[in-house]
């Protein structure tokens, strides 16, 4: 896999509520490789999507997900590139995804987005924007049970920027999971000593969330 970084500046304030969410990662300001690529079809510059595990802290039923990213290496300021999102849950095979439970795709021009950090337009015209969808079905969750969860952009300009998937602040668990849409599944990326999550919530409703406050220097990996 080859990585190439990209520098923004990274000062904002995430929402959701601690008491409703199911689960919360929020995103890695301190360290390099904050990102991801991540699609949803191949035949794109970068055939590769990621999904990450997660493990509820209640049960109930999850009605939205919100999920931070942005164009790979900022060609594109926003996520205007970005076509649809397929957002996809699976059980938990012996720390792989294993079985789909629920997928869906999402046009991205309907789902809500929130700028979170922009960097020196002048001289990058960085977006770094949360990403936030309700789900057409509720996802029923148990607490304790480990999940995981897909989430790929399929491009306009399908040889344009991917979308980069921001890492989390926490390291804890086993990483995340990689596809190369090549027909062989999802492999561990401890596999090749990564141990990065990746920044997402799990809620009962868009918007509703807890107050997380983040600032640093953040950089967007390509990963082939």
Not at 27 to 40: C, E, N, Q
Not at 143 to 159: H, K, S
Not at 195 to 212: E, Q, R, S, Y
Request: charged share 10%; aromatic share 12%.
């Amino acid at each position: 896999m080859s990585r190439n970084w990209t520098a923004f500046a990274l000062v904002t304030t995430v929402s959701a509520t601690n008491a409703q969410v199911f689960f919360a990662q929020a995103p890695d300001t301190d360290r390099l490789g904050v990102g991801f690529i991540s699609a949803s079809v191949t035949g794109q510059l970068t055939e590769q999507s990621i999904a990450d595990d997660f493990t509820p802290v209640r049960s109930g039923n999850a009605t939205g997900i919100s999920w931070f990213g942005n164009s790979e290496n900022f060609a594109v300021a926003d996520l205007s590139n970005f076509a649809t999102f397929t957002i996809t849950f699976y059980e938990d095979d012996a720390g792989l995804p294993g079985a789909v439970i629920q997928t869906e795709s999402f046009a991205a021009s309907s789902l809500t987005t929130s700028v979170v950090a922009i960097a020196d337009t002048v001289s990058i015209g960085a977006e770094v924007t949360e990403i936030t969808a309700t789900l057409s079905a509720p996802l029923s969750l148990t607490q304790g049970d480990t999940y995981w969860v897909e989430i790929g952009a399929a491009n306009v300009q399908r040889f344009g920027d991917a979308f980069s998937w921001h890492v989390a602040e926490t390291t804890a668990g086993n990483g995340f999971a990689f596809n190369l849409l090549d027909g062989n599944g999802f492999q561990s990326s401890t596999a090749e000593n990564v141990t990065d999550n990746l920044a997402f919530t799990i809620i009962p409703t868009p918007g509703v969330g807890a107050v997380v406050a983040f600032a640093g220097l953040g950089f967007a990996t390509r990963r082939r």
